[in-house]
């Protein structure tokens, strides 16, 4: 993996976008977009805080949650693990 496109805070992955989308968690993370303030420069989500990024960036260009939430994509290369949704599983 190119070494731009690393999360900048991996401590603190597990409470990003991407990982939660891998997670099938999109009700949490419907609530980390429905007000955009950033844009993540490696999946190009938009997100309401840095925080909710891997590489948070002007926001502009990329693309709303909503609009892709039901695809099993993984956003970014820093997850290697599964990406069953347990929304799917209830």
């Given at each position: 993996m190119d070494p731009k496109q690393q999360c900048a805070c991996p401590g603190e992955h597990e409470n990003h976008i991407c990982y939660l989308h891998s997670k099938g968690r999109s009700k949490e993370v419907e609530k980390m977009t429905d007000k955009p303030t950033?844009?993540?420069?490696?999946?190009?989500?938009?997100a309401n805080l840095p925080d909710n990024v891997c590489s948070p960036t002007t926001l502009g260009g990329?693309?709303?949650y909503s609009d892709m939430k039901h695809n099993k994509k993984i956003l970014c290369d820093t997850?290697?693990?599964g990406t069953e949704d347990e929304e799917d599983k209830k």
């Open positions: 950033v844009t993540c420069s490696i999946c190009l989500v938009n990329g693309f709303k997850l290697s693990e």
